[in-house]
């Protein structure tokens, strides 16, 4: 899925005003930071199924601290505890965001971010990668599915349904522009038509930054930590 929003508008520049002015320079410098929207690329199927997971532990979860006995709640809480950011981390925090400037790929543990001037490679093969700087990535937010590619090339040259179902029809069904493609293999095209637009701008230029999510890694770590002494001491 890949989502943008529009350019917003800003007011020109008064030239009778102080250039000094605090004001005038901070709008200036959000509108720069806003110029250009990021395209959205997340995997709706892995929401969708995080969502429902998240609502059936807590259902599951909430129900064992109510009205469990003994070191009942106890355990519910350090499950809940590591299952939540577990099922977030996996499912609802993915996502790949790329502007002209930069590509930000945000999977469970980390999110790397690479200008696209250190971007050598997007492949998709089992897993969508990116290579930057040497190094591989891998982009969970745009998972690969073999079916669905299997499914776009059989797709690829065929008649529509309504030219099938109504052999007379005098004004067939316009084709689709270029080869059917799946998902992942569209949204992989897309990032290589912007890495090549943009890789030779002056802000796309730098290094690659890498940061570890360490507010989904420490509450999982807890979980673990309380649910392993419970087991133990219990």
Request: aromatic letters at 6%; charged letters at 20%; proline letters at 8%.
């Amino acid at each position: 899925m890949t989502s943008s929003d529009s350019q917003p508008s800003g007011s020109a520049e008064d030239p009778s005003g102080d250039p000094q002015d605090p004001k005038a320079s901070g709008a200036k410098a959000a509108a720069s930071e806003q110029a250009y929207a990021d395209h959205a690329f997340r995997s709706g199927a892995a929401m969708t199924g995080g969502v429902l997971l998240l609502a059936l532990a807590l259902w599951l979860g909430g129900d064992a601290v109510i009205r469990g006995e003994g070191r009942t709640p106890w355990l519910a809480l350090a499950g809940l505890l590591l299952a939540v950011p577990l099922v977030v981390a996996f499912t609802l925090r993915p996502a790949v965001y790329a502007n002209e400037t930069r590509l930000r790929v945000r999977n469970p543990f980390r999110t790397i971010t690479m200008p696209w001037a250190t971007v050598e490679s997007l492949t998709a093969a089992y897993s969508s990668e990116v290579v930057a700087e040497g190094q591989k990535y891998q982009m969970w937010a745009i998972p690969v599915s073999l079916r669905a590619r299997k499914k776009a090339a059989r797709g690829t040259g065929r008649p529509s349904r309504r030219e099938v179902s109504d052999p007379h029809l005098r004004v067939p069904a316009a084709a689709p522009e270029g080869p059917v493609r799946a998902p992942s293999d569209q949204a992989l095209a897309d990032l290589r038509e912007l890495q090549e637009m943009n890789e030779k701008r002056p802000e796309a230029q730098g290094s690659v930054v890498v940061r570890w999510t360490y507010e989904v890694i420490a509450p999982c770590v807890a979980g673990a930590v309380l649910l392993a002494v419970l087991l133990v001491v219990g």
